[in-house]
């Protein structure tokens, strides 16, 4: 089966939440057979010819610059990921197209591809994850950004009818989609994971990961750094990408608080599995974080507030605080229990095939071939 994805980034390397899944899904349905045709807009990320390991062809499109794209009758991030060129490869045979993301369905249900299969992956619902960066945003002129593209995705969704299947990364997305669509359906987010390596016994020190650039993650450590270990000496590792000027001060205030600053795949996965506690709260409940998925394949215990697991179908595998206090309380408890053979059991057995890139790049191509 050939087949064409629109990466709405070059999805190597594969070192945040959206292109890890559009990178682990590729890597999967290579290997079940499918035969990959993928065209990647990018900005700032350069070629990567790993992607060709997989792929029959790799093709490369700059996005736009804003004032490129004015006027602005889609959303921002849809119309600066308008290309003739790809609209020309597209056309040239009638193989079924992924979309990834809303942000590449400038040409869903284009008049030029009536009868192909049309499928987008939806790793948001998009006007939300806008109008709560909007919410945190005190920036002004980035706020009204947020606002007047958040906006104009809610008015854009429309687009979808056209879609064959809408493809929803979460319950809560799933739920969303079907009360104003037909043709959605549940695909679980693809990770890097292969099986649960999670460790029974204990850890040293609790742990926070994820791209400190991003402000949600930035606003999640400066809460646990304030609110949680402030105020209790268990070790703390905060590892992850960019962390902000502000962050790294804090961090010095603390001895008990380290800082791993832009760890390698293999630092990383060392932390991950060596951790006694995974901390991970979220105040953006938007999607689902692949932080939670790869913290349940490799952690022991994984901590979370109710933002983090709400319908995301792993609430199984967390415990749940709410406030600064509970955290607290929970962690002086949990660092002195192990994590068990049992609690890894259930672990893995709780994942399943639910998780498994394997069986859900399968249930992609059954319905490409439908």
């Known amino acids: 089966?050939?087949?064409?994805?629109?990466?709405?980034?070059?999805?190597?390397?594969?070192?945040?939440?959206?292109?890890?899944?559009?990178?682990?899904?590729?890597?999967?349905?290579?290997?079940?057979?499918?035969?990959?045709?993928?065209?990647?807009?990018?900005?700032?990320?350069?070629?990567?010819?790993?992607?060709?390991?997989?792929?029959?062809?790799?093709?490369?499109?700059?996005?736009?610059?804003?004032?490129?794209?004015?006027?602005?009758?889609?959303?921002?991030?849809?119309?600066?990921?308008?290309?003739?060129?790809?609209?020309?490869?597209?056309?040239?045979?009638?193989y079924p197209i992924l979309f990834e993301g809303i942000h590449t369905t400038y040409y869903l249900g284009h008049p030029r591809f009536?009868?192909?299969?049309?499928?987008?992956?939806?790793?948001?619902?998009?006007?939300?994850?806008?109008?709560?960066?909007?919410?945190?945003?005190?920036?002004?002129?980035?706020?009204?950004?947020?606002?007047?593209?958040?906006?104009?995705?809610?008015?854009?969704?429309?687009?979808?009818?056209?879609?064959?299947k809408i493809l929803c990364i979460s319950p809560k997305d799933t739920e969303y989609y079907a009360q104003e669509f037909e043709q959605v359906e549940y695909l679980p987010a693809f990770h890097k994971n292969l099986s649960v390596s999670s460790k029974s016994g204990k850890g040293e020190y609790c742990l926070y990961h994820g791209n400190l650039s991003v402000s949600e993650n930035h606003e999640a450590v400066m809460f646990l750094i304030h609110e949680v270990f402030s105020q209790i000496e268990i070790p703390f590792f905060i590892a992850g990408k960019d962390p902000r000027p502000e962050l790294i001060a804090l961090i010095n205030e603390f001895e008990h608080i380290t800082l791993r600053h832009n760890p390698g795949d293999g630092e990383m996965l060392d932390l991950m599995r060596e951790a006694h506690v995974h901390v991970i709260p979220t105040f953006q409940s938007t999607g689902i974080k692949l932080k939670l998925i790869n913290s349940l394949y490799n952690g022991r215990?994984?901590?979370?507030?109710?933002?983090?697991?709400?319908?995301?179908?792993?609430?199984?595998?967390?415990?749940?605080?709410?406030?600064?206090?509970?955290?607290?309380?929970?962690?002086?408890?949990?660092?002195?229990?192990?994590?068990?053979?049992?609690?890894?059991?259930?672990?893995?057995?709780?994942?399943?095939?639910?998780?498994?890139?394997?069986?859900?790049?399968?249930?992609?191509?059954?319905?490409?071939q439908e």
């Not at 939300?128 to 909007?134: D, K, M, R």
């Not at 605080?321 to 672990?347: C, K």
């Not at 399943?352 to 399968?362: D, I, L, V």
Request: some cysteine; aromatic content about 14%.
């Open 301 to 368: 215990f994984v901590l979370v507030n109710p933002q983090m697991v709400h319908k995301t179908g792993l609430e199984f595998g967390c415990i749940i605080a709410h406030e600064g206090e509970e955290f607290r309380e929970i962690l002086t408890e949990l660092m002195d229990v192990p994590f068990s053979e049992i609690d890894l059991a259930q672990r893995k057995a709780s994942l399943g095939e639910m998780f498994s890139n394997r069986a859900n790049a399968e249930k992609l191509r059954n319905w490409f």
């Open 114 to 164: 009536e009868g192909r299969k049309q499928f987008v992956r939806m790793h948001n619902v998009e006007w939300e994850y806008y109008y709560q960066l909007a919410q945190r945003e005190e920036n002004f002129v980035k706020k009204q950004y947020f606002q007047v593209e958040s906006r104009q995705l809610q008015h854009f969704e429309g687009i979808l009818a056209n879609a064959d």
């Open 1 to 94: 089966m050939h087949l064409h994805i629109v990466s709405f980034e070059i999805p190597f390397p594969a070192n945040y939440g959206g292109v890890i899944d559009v990178y682990a899904k590729i890597e999967a349905l290579f290997e079940a057979g499918a035969k990959i045709h993928l065209h990647c807009f990018y900005k700032d990320r350069p070629r990567a010819d790993e992607l060709n390991l997989f792929c029959e062809e790799v093709i490369y499109y700059p996005r736009k610059a804003i004032a490129r794209s004015l006027p602005l009758n889609y959303p921002y991030i849809v119309q600066s990921r308008n290309s003739g060129k790809l609209l020309k490869r597209l056309r040239q045979d009638d």
